[in-house]
T-cell receptor
């Protein structure tokens, strides 16, 4: 069955360091992958989308890679700040591209 | 734009009661979705719609019904509420022209408890 795996353990890093979050998937051939941020008690907010023919995508301090051979995406936040503390979700397209399947998310805590 | 709005924010139901969770978007998006999120779990797709009059089941549709009579509204109906339906429900929308390759916009969620 299709499966998306994100680190279940929270990631704690110091302010200013680079945070790297992992999203692995099995039994998928996604056309694209998305990353979302979710703060406690709120709905997810879209961050980045990367397509299967793109190796890397950047947006300000964020960088996403997509390796369809390894079936893995890495999400990097450079020069991390306490305000980056949140849960980060990766999502892959399903249902012929009409909907998304979400991972459980990884909690990131950036300490001053 | 208000974006995606959901009502109510909180609700407590007794077992066997029914209710409708409301969702409205003002972005003229053709795609709309309902998800549930249990503690420590990812979002599970309940139903989705690719346009007015068109709906389809997601991963966990049992116990729920939807309708899409307008572009703006996508209500989720719970019949005969059960404790297993205690969850946070998120509605989302996106604009797509042939395949959902665009970002989804989420509402603030409805926290439902069934006792």
């Amino acid at each position: 069955s299709q499966k998306i795996e994100q680190n279940s353990e929270a990631l704690n890093i110091q302010e200013g360091k680079t945070a790297t979050l992992t999203c692995n998937y099995t039994n998928y051939s996604p056309a694209y992958l998305q990353w979302y941020r979710q703060d406690p008690g709120r709905g997810p907010v879209f961050l980045l989308l990367i397509r299967e023919n793109e190796k890397e995508k950047r947006k300000e301090r964020l960088k996403v890679t997509f390796d369809t051979t390894l079936k893995q995406s890495l999400f990097h936040i450079t020069a991390s700040q306490p305000a980056d503390s949140a849960t980060y979700l990766c999502a892959l397209d399903i249902h012929s591209g009409y909907a998304l399947n979400f991972g459980k998310g990884t909690s990131l805590l950036v300490t001053p | 734009n208000a974006g995606v709005t959901q009502t109510p924010k909180f609700r407590i139901l007794k077992i066997g009661q029914s209710m409708t969770l409301q969702c409205t978007q003002d972005m003229n998006h053709n795609y709309m979705y309902w998800y549930r999120q249990d503690p420590g779990m990812g979002l599970k797709l309940i139903y989705y719609s690719v346009g007015a009059g068109i709906t389809d089941k997601g991963e966990v549709p049992n116990g729920y019904n939807v309708s899409r009579s307008t572009t703006e509204d996508f209500p989720l109906r719970l019949e005969l509420a059960a404790p297993s339906q205690t969850s946070v429900y998120f509605c989302a929308s996106s604009y797509s022209s042939g395949g959902g390759h665009n970002e989804q916009f989420f509402g603030p969620g409805t926290r439902l408890t069934v006792l």
